[in-house]
């Protein structure tokens, strides 16, 4: 089956500043990532995805990156701002089931 | 959009009851997931759905769990007799044909004594 390893497991940013967090993947099959943010209390919320034909996408302050040769992802949150502190999770499927990351916990301090 | 609804949000119940959880997806999806987050397994695919049809349900994790879909806006996760190690957060998710993008609701906190 699928492995994902997700790191770090915590990080800690000054507001403004841009957060980073990488994801690898053992099936090069994979070929849909998504990623999650989950507030204390709330399901996790798909923020954004990537396809394997892909190699970059962008939404405001949000982009992913896909190197399908190394079989990694990252998620890039630029601009930070306290209301993005949660958890993030990535996660890589082929199918319609999603292999997750163990998670990294983010906290954005004003 | 109602997004998926689940309830209850929390249940306490004492070892050997029966636990049932429900959820409503969004009106349209064709599939259904069940999830269990805990902080050692992080989250974990128990089985899910396609047109109401169990498609996989390989991460059940022993008989004492079973997931009902009787139709296209109703779904049960049961789990008959419940054991402290149940205790988690099971998540509800749906999505469309495809499979992909997946929309989770707001989770069920099983307290299990």
């Known amino acids: 089956g699928e492995n994902v390893e997700q790191h770090p497991s915590t990080l800690s940013v000054q507001e403004g500043d841009s957060a980073v967090i990488k994801c690898t993947y053992s099936?090069?099959?994979?070929?849909?990532f998504p990623w999650y943010k989950q507030e204390l209390g709330k399901g996790p919320q798909l923020i954004i995805d990537?396809?394997?034909?892909?190699g970059e996408k962008k939404d405001q302050r949000i982009a992913v990156t896909l190197n399908k040769t190394a079989k990694h992802f990252s998620l890039h949150i630029t601009e930070t701002q306290p209301e993005d502190s949660a958890v993030y999770f990535c996660?890589?499927?082929?199918?319609?089931?999603?292999?997750f990351g163990t998670g990294t916990s983010l906290t954005v301090i004003p | 959009d109602a997004g998926v609804i689940q309830s209850p949000r929390h249940e306490v119940t004492e070892m050997g009851q029966e636990v049932t959880l429900r959820c409503k997806p969004i009106?349209?999806?064709?599939?259904l997931f069940w999830y269990r987050q805990t902080m050692m397994r992080g989250l974990e695919l128990l089985i899910y759905f396609n047109n109401n049809v169990p498609i996989d349900d390989s991460g059940m994790p022993e008989d004492r769990f079973s997931a009902k879909m009787p139709n296209a806006s109703f779904s049960t996760l049961k789990i008959q007799p419940s054991e402290p190690r149940d205790s988690a957060v099971y998540f509800c998710?749906?999505?469309?044909?495809?499979?992909?993008?997946?929309?989770f609701g707001p989770g069920t906190r099983l307290t299990v004594t």
């Open positions: 009106s349209g999806h064709d599939y």
């Open positions: 998710a749906s999505s469309l044909a495809g499979g992909l993008e997946q929309y």
């Open positions: 099936d090069s099959a994979s070929n849909y």
């Open positions: 990537i396809r394997s034909n892909v």
């Open positions: 996660a890589a499927s082929k199918g319609n089931q999603f292999y």
